[in-house]
């Protein structure tokens, strides 16, 4: 609690563990009958907090003035001093049991860092923030992962209320204890020590805190049902949901609830626990989903036959998905995700490989012809292998794909807001279930294939030096792909979490000149709006973002004479990276836009005869709901950096797959129970030392800048400095020098190889956010504000491609 408690020190060291024996009440009132009615209250609360059980961990190594070991106590390692260790024994007899009281007081002992800053902020210099900070433990750089959807709603509010309750096993036994908190058709209380408690037993409450104060009926026994029993040190939490018949009407208790909760929940606090924790986890998503560098492709069967139907696209992205284009921005995803290499997907899956695929695109006659081979395939002949990896490398549109497939779950499609479900009525738009219309197109979609660019220099000049003088042209052209007469049709879908659209588009080709100044280009339309246009022009264009050009259609102008369609003025919102497709929108200066009237009247008179933008019209809520699909089942973590005063801090991992080999590495790397240890990414001395220079530069809609890290991890060593060994790139003199790296790492232990892509992390979509921190904020402002500094402190986004496997494919290549 915020409030000072620091006049009634006495009386709380007085009452410290006491508030769960049976005279508490009675002493504490004769002790406090002087003291205001309602600091009283707030004492009592304090008291109560103080006495709740704790798992947090305690590492003081850093922090005190004393040399800290390991404290085991009750399966848990604490890292504290003499001085601390003392307190900690003694604050654990008083309370009987590890409660926030036992931790706090362990916290704040007299040669505290922290302590002795505060008694001596006169005498306060940056000299000592700076000691402190180099007796960090530098082999720990503790971060907390925090996983993407589903994100898992309460049917009621809970109020956190502590009030005695007996209960009544079927068996005879019967024990009094207390609550944790309540809600209408469900409770949660405290047992000290062990009860023949279990999960789906019945048992009978009586709510005799209650009783004194309340008149809810004639009944006064309750059935609940056992849901959930969790265990901390000597006390069992037991969850619990009220067993009912169902009647026209509620009960008197349950009356007596909606009325008692509703009036009090300001009081004593709504148990917030599921909505920050889906809040904080949402928050990092809308920051990482829109700079992913991967590009996740939805597969469609039809017939049986599996062929790529939507691609998420992103500004980070959009140089992957725009390498599968031909000439004609066809897509030609077909030609990378085959069928063949599907089933190879699936049959890795299982054991959580992916697939390494070999391409380079030949230009002939103004045509574009792909190449591709994989692992798989180039295996079949080993003799013919480094001749087409020599000559694909020696293109400049040589590119390393890893491939990796993920298994589609509609469930997933929908993310609901995590609050109760009043609170949830009021921002329905955000709650809308999929419709079924969705739910039947995600139906003809199984599985997710996920393409990922990991081409870097070092790899291209590793291929390069294989010689392919003499080549099989025979055997080569067999890796080179048809062009098809009627490509696949690939929706893009972008990732955002704002509805940009808000018009009806539709398809309609027809010549437009685009000006500015003294400078034309000539091009086609791809579709229109009322108040928008998308051309695509003949040749790249020298425009930017905000520029101001002039539109002419002079086909529709034959059409017309009630409009001048010469010289409309539009604004430039985007370009594609080749910048030869412009989004326009109208730009009004003084008078009515001649074009939005125009294409107003054109869409009016038209509606039948027109052709609606098929991803727009035809499904509604597909976007949202393939984005929260490949949210909550996307394998790569991202690493978020925040702000903190002039510097960066790296302690919050999110998304992926906390499971995996990488992620499994630094989790047994950690002191800390629950954490994961970025000491393999940060150790090295230039790593977060580029990365801050790098974010200092970087705009939002900067592509992302690169970073390999080559890490080798001895796990018979127990001291994690010693255990661990990392190099950049950079750090190697030659090939020869790194296959020594990787062989040594492979010798004695584990090696692996990031590729680290960094992005400037754009601005928050707070309307995305809004709806659950101010349902947090408005019962726990303290905790809102947190959750807000935490969102607005977010300055990059790290992703980590594990390119191990490659590497390792590169490494045998060329000792052979």
């Known amino acids: 609690m915020n409030k000072d408690f620091s006049k009634y020190q006495k009386i709380i060291d007085e009452f410290s563990g006491q508030v769960l024996t049976s005279d508490f009440e009675a002493r504490f009132n004769a002790a406090?009958?002087?003291?205001?009615?309602?600091?009283?209250?707030?004492?009592?609360?304090?008291?109560?907090?103080?006495?709740?059980?704790?798992?947090?961990?305690?590492?003081?190594?850093?922090?005190?003035?004393?040399?800290?070991?390991?404290?085991?106590?009750?399966?848990?390692?604490?890292?504290?001093?003499?001085?601390?260790?003392r307190v900690f024994t003694e604050a654990f007899t008083r309370y009987n049991g590890y409660t926030f009281g036992v931790y706090e007081a362990t916290m704040n002992t007299e040669n505290n860092f922290r302590v002795i800053y505060q008694k001596e902020k006169q005498k306060a210099s940056l000299t000592p923030q700076v000691d402190s900070a180099k007796t960090l433990e530098k082999s720990q750089s503790p971060a907390k992962f925090y996983s993407f959807g589903p994100y898992y709603d309460r049917s009621e509010e809970r109020m956190n209320f502590a009030v005695a309750i007996q209960v009544s096993l079927g068996n005879g036994v019967s024990f009094e204890c207390t609550s944790s908190d309540i809600s209408v058709n469900g409770c949660k209380f405290r047992v000290s020590g062990f009860k023949p408690v279990k999960v789906g037993m019945q048992l009978t409450l009586r709510f005799r805190g209650l009783e004194d104060e309340f008149q809810f009926g004639a009944d006064t026994n309750f059935i609940y049902e056992v849901k959930n029993i969790t265990t901390l040190d000597n006390m069992q939490l037991v969850g619990v949901q009220r067993v009912v018949e169902t009647k026209a009407r509620p009960d008197g208790f349950t009356q007596f609830l909606v009325g008692f909760i509703q009036g009090n929940k300001r009081r004593y606090k709504i148990n917030l626990d599921n909505t920050i924790s889906a809040l904080q986890s949402r928050s990092y998503e809308q920051y990482i989903l829109p700079k992913s560098n991967e590009l996740p492709v939805f597969i469609e069967k039809n017939n049986e036959l599996l062929t790529p139907k939507y691609a998420l696209t992103c500004n980070n992205n959009q140089g992957l998905y725009q390498y599968w284009q031909d000439e004609k921005r066809y897509s030609t995803l077909y030609c990378l995700i085959t069928p063949?290499?599907?089933?190879?997907?699936?049959?890795?899956?299982?054991?959580?490989?992916?697939?390494?695929?070999?391409?380079?695109?030949?230009?002939?006659?103004?045509?574009?012809?792909?190449?591709?081979?994989?692992?798989?395939?180039?295996?079949?002949?080993?003799?013919?292998?480094?001749?087409?990896?020599?000559?694909?490398?020696?293109?400049?549109?040589?590119?390393?794909?890893?491939?990796?497939?993920?298994?589609?779950?509609?469930?997933?499609?929908?993310?609901?807001?995590?609050?109760?479900?009043?609170?949830?009525?009021?921002?329905?738009?955000?709650?809308?279930?999929?419709?079924?219309?969705?739910?039947?197109?995600?139906?003809?979609?199984?599985?997710?294939?996920?393409?990922?660019?990991?081409?870097?220099?070092?790899?291209?000049?590793?291929?390069?030096?294989?010689?392919?003088?003499?080549?099989?042209?025979?055997?080569?052209?067999?890796?080179?792909?048809?062009?098809?007469?009627?490509?696949?049709?690939?929706?893009?879908?972008?990732?955002?979490?704002?509805?940009?659209?808000?018009?009806?588009?539709?398809?309609?080709?027809?010549?437009?000149?685009?000006?500015?100044?003294?400078?034309?280009?000539?091009?086609?339309?791809?579709?229109?709006?009322?108040?928008?246009?998308?051309?695509?022009?003949?040749?790249?264009?020298?425009?930017?973002?905000?520029?101001?050009?002039?539109?002419?259609?002079?086909?529709?102008?034959?059409?017309?004479?009630?409009?001048?369609?010469?010289g409309l003025p539009y604004e430039v919102m985007r370009l594609n990276s080749a910048k030869t497709v412009v989004n326009l929108r109208v730009y009004v200066e003084k008078h009515q836009h001649i074009g939005r009237k125009f294409f107003k009247a054109l869409i009016d008179k038209n509606r039948d005869k027109l052709t609606p933008d098929e991803y727009a019209m035809s499904s509604p809520g597909l976007a949202k709901a393939l984005r929260n699909i490949y949210s909550a089942s996307s394998a790569i973590s991202s690493i978020i950096v925040q702000a903190s005063g002039s510097r960066y801090k790296a302690e919050v991992i999110a998304g992926g797959d906390p499971d995996s080999k990488l992620m499994s590495a630094m989790k047994q790397l950690s002191d800390l129970d629950g954490y994961y240890n970025l000491y393999p990414v940060f150790a090295h001395a230039d790593v977060m030392a580029k990365l801050s220079a790098q974010l200092k530069k970087m705009q939002s809609t900067d592509g992302a800048s690169s970073e390999l890290i080559y890490m080798a991890i001895n796990n018979k060593v127990e001291q994690v400095e010693k255990a661990v060994t990392i190099k950049l790139a950079s750090d190697f003199a030659n090939e020869k020098v790194k296959q020594f790296f990787i062989h040594q790492a492979l010798k004695k232990g584990q090696f692996f190889c990031v590729l680290m892509k960094l992005s400037r992390a754009a601005e928050p979509d707070m309307a995305h956010l809004h709806p659950e921190l101010s349902y947090i904020s408005s019962y726990a402002i303290h905790r809102g504000k947190q959750i807000e500094q935490d969102i607005f402190s977010v300055a990059g986004i790290g992703q980590i491609f594990d390119i191990t496997q490659e590497v390792l494919f590169r490494y045998q290549l060329m000792r052979n």
């Open 32 to 85: 406090t009958k002087k003291i205001p009615k309602t600091e009283r209250f707030l004492l009592k609360m304090e008291l109560k907090r103080l006495a709740a059980p704790c798992t947090r961990l305690i590492d003081l190594r850093g922090h005190v003035d004393g040399e800290c070991k390991a404290f085991d106590h009750e399966d848990r390692t604490h890292y504290l001093d003499d001085v601390a260790s």
């Open 340 to 566: 063949e290499r599907i089933e190879r997907l699936k049959k890795l899956a299982v054991s959580g490989k992916t697939l390494l695929v070999f391409s380079f695109i030949h230009k002939s006659q103004g045509k574009s012809y792909f190449y591709t081979a994989d692992e798989f395939q180039l295996a079949e002949d080993t003799d013919f292998m480094p001749y087409y990896l020599g000559f694909a490398a020696a293109k400049e549109s040589f590119s390393v794909i890893q491939l990796s497939l993920l298994d589609v779950f509609p469930r997933r499609a929908e993310s609901f807001l995590t609050l109760s479900n009043t609170i949830a009525k009021q921002n329905e738009y955000l709650n809308t279930p999929v419709s079924d219309e969705v739910k039947a197109l995600l139906d003809k979609t199984p599985y997710i294939v996920v393409a990922s660019e990991i081409t870097d220099s070092e790899s291209i000049q590793a291929y390069q030096s294989l010689s392919y003088e003499g080549i099989n042209t025979v055997k080569l052209k067999n890796f080179g792909h048809k062009r098809l007469s009627k490509p696949f049709s690939v929706d893009e879908v972008g990732i955002n979490y704002k509805n940009q659209r808000q018009e009806l588009r539709f398809t309609y080709k027809t010549p437009a000149h685009v000006k500015i100044e003294n400078v034309m280009w000539q091009g086609v339309s791809h579709d229109f709006s009322k108040s928008g246009l998308k051309v695509e022009l003949e040749k790249s264009t020298v425009l930017s973002k905000g520029d101001i050009v002039y539109v002419s259609f002079p086909a529709l102008q034959k059409i017309t004479s009630a409009f001048d369609l010469s």
